[in-house]
């Protein structure tokens, strides 16, 4: 179940993604996401679908296992949809009954922030796929280096997001051993309502909370032992560089983001004989 979840695993591969500087797919992949939030247009949002594709398709990852992390937002997926469509008043009403009413803005509004989330959440997947955890805390390590002017622990920071990302498969697959060892058991977690499967996760939580604080002292002692100091300048067995597969990407984002920026501040007169590009 959980071992679905592709957020925070590399997939090994030999693509021209997968060979772009890590700096650099961080900065596209902040970049993309901040475009999503600028786009209005379900039209804008195709274009930024078929960016997403293309990205996909260019690391030779399938896509069966990038839209795995989809999975583990469907609750909150459906969650900020309700929340969107039922506390959005304007429009036109849809729906009035008791006390809910469903309007046209609303419905427009929830579709959209989910199509925002899943985008969101698929990109920041591309990027852990395409990106080996030691590569992306030295990129995130070379951006942040700036900041080493005015006292900011940057290879702390760095070393933090290194443990974090290296863990979270790790927990993946200890939550997934947990569930199939209470499963063994007797126990169940698909039936009865949402009070008795979140008392269901009890069990679950208590072990996996004392294999987790077991898993850091561990690490905690294995840095120790080998002196392990954050602060001092330390040097990279892989230095990173800046290749033409670089500028070819980021060349091929700025100018598929910049038209669709273009498209959402054309004039209105120019998109009137197109309706859906504005809808």
């Known amino acids: 179940m959980f071992r679905d979840v592709a957020f925070g695993q590399y997939y090994p591969a030999k693509s021209f993604v997968h060979r772009m500087d890590p700096r650099v797919k961080i ?26 594709l293309i990205s996909i398709f260019a690391s030779r990852i399938p896509l069966k296992s990038v839209l795995k992390s ?20 304007s429009g036109n009403v849809l729906v009035d009954w008791w006390i809910f009413r469903i309007t046209d803005d609303g419905v427009n509004f929830a579709v959209k922030m989910v199509v925002r989330l899943v985008f969101i959440v698929t990109s920041a997947s ?24 005015i006292k900011v622990p940057v290879d702390e920071f760095a070393l933090i997001m290194s443990i ?3 863990f979270i498969p790790t927990l993946m697959d200890e939550t997934d051993r947990i569930i199939r060892a209470q499963k063994a058991r007797g126990a169940s977690f698909d039936t009865g309502g949402l009070i008795a499967r979140a008392k269901a996760f009890v069990p ?36 990173l560089k800046f290749s033409w597969r670089d500028l070819a990407g ?5 100018l598929f983001i910049g038209g669709v920026i273009t498209l959402r501040y054309l004039p209105a ?3 009137e004989s197109v309706k859906w590009m504005t809808f």
């Not at 937002?73 to 959005?88: D, E, G, M």
């Not at 980021?250 to 700025?254: C, E, G, M, S």
């Open 269 to 271: 007169e120019l998109l």
């Open 164 to 166: 974090t990302l290296r």
């Open 250 to 254: 980021t060349v091929f984002t700025v």
């Open 204 to 239: 679950i939580l208590i072990p996996l909370l004392v294999n987790a604080f077991r898993r850091a002292e561990e690490l905690a002692l294995a840095m120790n032992a080998r002196c392990y100091e954050g602060a001092r300048k330390r040097t990279k067995m892989k230095k």
């Open 70 to 89: 989809v999975k583990g937002i469907i609750f909150l997926a459906l969650f900020t949809a309700i929340i969107n469509l039922f506390f959005v008043k």
């Open 126 to 149: 591309l990027l852990t796929l395409t990106t080996t955890p030691v590569d992306l805390t030295h990129g995130i390590e070379s951006l942040l280096k700036p900041l080493t002017w």
């Open 27 to 52: 900065l596209l992949n902040l970049l993309y996401m901040i475009t999503i939030f600028l786009v209005q247009s379900y039209f804008g949002y195709a274009l930024m679908l078929a960016y997403l």
